[in-house]
């Protein structure tokens, strides 16, 4: 059975790195990206089966992101990291077609839980 196949976009660096290391002994992780451009980029190339992304990146809004993505690869599934808790960014994720929304602060575990849930 293949591992699924995770793009990870969000401008903190040293968070994508954190993030690559928890994921990458039970997912591949086909892309870490820190732009919305190379988001874009990088799912036409890789078509990964779940798009972990920031509602903010430095070069665009991430729903906005999320959308366009999801057109790029209509299979994937989108899965929001974000250190806004507020219900308005949580409502916005999911009418933007996202299965989770995971706060920042609660990543660990959580994290690998929601990832394996949507990816089911």
């Given amino acids: 059975m293949s591992r699924p196949r995770i793009l990870l976009a969000d401008s903190n660096e040293s968070l994508l790195a954190t ?6 002994e039970e ?5 870490a990206v820190t732009t919305g451009k190379e988001a874009i ?3 036409s190339e890789t078509s ?13 809004n991430g729903f906005e992101l999320g959308n366009r993505l999801q057109k790029l690869a ?9 250190m806004y808790d507020g219900p308005a ?10 299965l989770g929304y995971v706060f920042k ?16």
């Fill in 19 to 24: 993030v690559s290391e928890l994921l990458c």
């Fill in 27 to 31: 997912f591949e992780i086909v892309a």
């Fill in 41 to 43: 980029r990088c799912t």
């Fill in 48 to 60: 990964p089966d779940l798009i972990l992304l920031d509602v903010v990146l430095d070069d665009m």
């Fill in 74 to 82: 209509p299979l994937a599934k989108v899965l929001y990291l974000s």
């Fill in 89 to 98: 960014f949580v409502d916005a994720a999911f009418a933007a077609g996202a």
């Fill in 105 to 120: 602060a609660q990543a660990g575990s959580d994290l690998l839980t929601a990832i394996r849930s949507v990816c089911r």
